[in-house]
């Protein structure tokens, strides 16, 4: 593996269940930031429920003020058609739709079932496809599931398969509270990609118990080339209990910058969107790397 493209996701998922409500000042200079750091895909917000969601009710304000450079595609979550007649409103560039493997999850999340959910997600992307805006998908809890335990791979594999069935560029295919080791990667990606072309398969590990480093190491092996991480790794759902952020963009970029593969991020600016996002939640974030002093092995 040459390159990889990291979707940073820290303005969403990063900062949806973080309790101090961010002002959209705020969440444009950490975009900004981003934006300087190399990023190309950003995910922005999501036109979610306010009540459900505080975080992101200043959605509608915020995305058309994004300070938007060419060559980099500013996203955001769209969980129905309300929330899409919105996101088509503000001129968004991308979106990314949501269901579960749980149907459990998917009714604390999104009070739908998998099958309503699947509806939904046609009749957005239908919207989608009318005014050019490519989908993405994600499929949450497709290595274990806070409610139900234990999932099944072929579920897994099918649901990424429908996915992209209905109109998604790619499925990202979610450790949703981070419990998945590299065997079950192994699991997962197996029969995924017995369904689906390794170009249409992202991956997007949380980092709960300090396996998603180790995951995607794992991944590689199947040549999966997109991965999703947050800033300082901040994140973690509302509606999945004892979840932790998502994977540290500073640990990932660490890690293939040590290996040689190109993300074309700069890590010592991605330090610097991080440190700001530290200053306005007011806490230490989980990254190893954005604490550590630089490595001596750097030339
Ligand atoms: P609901 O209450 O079932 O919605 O919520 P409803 O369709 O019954 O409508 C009720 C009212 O909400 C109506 O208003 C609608 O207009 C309004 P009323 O007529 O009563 O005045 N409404 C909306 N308002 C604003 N924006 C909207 C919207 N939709 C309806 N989009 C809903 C259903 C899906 C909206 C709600 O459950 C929701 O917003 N859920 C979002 C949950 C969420 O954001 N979760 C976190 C993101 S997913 C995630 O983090 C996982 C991921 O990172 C991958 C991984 O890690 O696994 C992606
Ligand atoms: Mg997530």
Redesign the pocket.
Known sequence: MKRVQIVE?GP??GL??EDHLVPIEDKLRFIQLLTDAGFKRIEAT????????PQ?ADAKDLYPQIPKLDGVIYSA????????E?AIEVGVQEI?V?T?VSET?NQK????SIDESLQ?IESVIELAKQENIPTRG?????FGCPYEGHIDEVIVAELTAKLIDLGCFEV?V????GVATPGDVDRVLKAVLSQSNVEQVAL?F?DTRGTALANIMQALNYDIAVF?SSAGGA??????PG?AG?VASEDLIYLFDGMGIETGISLEKLKEASLFLESVLEKTLTSRVLHSPESPLKS
């Open positions: 996701v969403r998922d949806q269940n999501s036109f979610v429920h306010p009540k459900w969601v992101m979550l769209v969980p129905n058609v309300r929330g899409m919105t990314a949501f579960s999850f999340n999104i009070n739908m939904v994600y499929l949450s809890t497709c990202s979610s450790d949703t509270i997007h949380h999703d994140g973690g759902c509302p509606f999945a979840a998502n």
